[in-house]
């Protein structure tokens, strides 16, 4: 299929194991044009060697240290110019004819800036865990849901979107890309649904997702809730979800503290929550459950099990 230039972004960084994959997802898709980027922060493993064979076939790349995960991919954009725009993450990769369908599906739907699907997760051998299929794209059940909405791996905009919500935000880690898709509800603009698996999601000890279960993720979640949630200039459309919202990410970063076994940080963000917003799902509720166990019984059944 032929159509408008994509653009692409992948941010790396020591993933040298999976990248090939990844770059090879990307070049093998039969769409184009694409133009394709890499930005590596400086990787001491085989990243560069990955990156070198198949360079004469990317738009730009370099590897030098950076400020992380979101400066990556801003300074990749910065090298761009496609009228749709994505990334992907060095551990994931796009299923063959993703491009294609995706933007099939915004030429299909004009008014919509962003095209998003389903993900098939994986483990570090590429064996299949689940399929993960995204949350409704409505920005009050998107605020209050406490994570994101959109899989990542699997969507595409328009550049139109990115100069309304972007660049990526710098000052966060862990929840940026939520932000960012948040933005864009924000704003009041719509997004359109492929209920199939676009990209795969890998899930391994070095990845995004597992971070999240670090004290580190919890701080940067608190922040989140209380800077932009509790914030003056949160958007109008994000007003009348502000306190279920910071309520929900207070939970997550409790179950993120509980994870990391500092149990008595999880059990009184947890308690913050209820003051915001009692209401929660059974689900929810089992889970934060296991804030309000003493912390040596939890360390001991953790031994028992170990």
């Given at each position: 299929m032929t159509g408008p230039l994509v653009s692409i972004?992948?941010?790396?960084?020591?993933?040298?194991?999976?990248?090939?994959?990844?770059?090879?997802?990307?070049?093998?898709?039969?769409?184009?044009?694409?133009?394709?980027?890499?930005?590596?922060?400086?990787?001491?493993?085989?990243?560069?060697?990955?990156?070198?064979?198949?360079?004469?076939?990317?738009?730009?790349?370099?590897?030098?240290?950076?400020?992380?995960?979101?400066?990556?991919?801003?300074k990749g954009f910065a090298r761009t110019s496609g009228e749709h725009m994505a990334y992907l993450n060095s551990d994931d990769t796009l299923l063959p004819g993703s491009i294609s369908r995706l933007v099939a599906e915004l030429e299909r739907d004009r008014d919509a800036l962003v095209a998003f699907g389903d993900a098939e997760f994986v483990d570090e051998e590429s064996r299949p865990i689940k399929r993960g299929q995204p949350r409704v794209w409505e920005v009050g059940a998107m605020a209050r849901c406490g994570s994101g909405s959109v899989l990542q791996p699997s969507s595409l905009w328009r550049r139109r979107a990115w100069e309304l919500a972007g660049p990526m935000d710098e000052t966060y880690q862990y929840v940026f890309d939520t932000l960012f898709f948040l933005r864009i509800a924000a704003a009041g603009a719509k997004a359109t649904?492929?209920?199939?698996?676009?990209?795969?999601?890998?899930?391994?000890?070095?990845?995004?997702?597992?971070?999240?279960?670090?004290?580190?993720?919890?701080?940067?979640?608190?922040?989140?809730?209380?800077?932009?949630?509790g914030g003056s200039d949160l958007p109008s459309a994000i007003r009348p979800h502000a306190r279920a919202a910071r309520a929900a990410y207070y939970r997550r970063a409790a179950l993120s503290l509980y994870n990391?076994?500092?149990?008595?940080?999880?059990?009184?963000?947890?308690?913050?929550?209820?003051?915001?917003?009692?209401?929660?799902?059974?689900?929810?509720?089992?889970?934060?459950?296991?804030?309000?166990?003493?912390?040596?019984?939890?360390?001991?059944?953790?031994?028992?099990?170990?």
């Open positions: 972004v992948t941010p790396s960084f020591q993933q040298g194991r999976f990248l090939e994959a990844t770059i090879r997802s990307v070049l093998d898709q039969e769409y184009e044009p694409i133009e394709y980027v890499v930005v590596d922060g400086g990787s001491t493993d085989e990243s560069v060697d990955v990156i070198q064979r198949y360079a004469d076939r990317l738009a730009w790349w370099v590897s030098e240290p950076d400020r992380g995960q979101p400066h990556a991919i801003n649904y492929l209920p199939e698996p676009l990209a795969t999601y890998r899930i391994h000890r070095g990845s995004k997702s597992a971070r999240m279960m670090e004290t580190a993720s919890a701080t940067e979640v608190l922040r989140f809730a209380d800077s932009y949630f990391a076994g500092d149990v008595g940080a999880a059990r009184k963000t947890f308690l913050r929550s209820l003051l915001l917003r009692p209401r929660m799902s059974a689900q929810t509720a089992r889970y934060m459950a296991r804030t309000l166990i003493p912390g040596p019984l939890v360390h001991l059944r953790r031994r028992l099990r170990g």
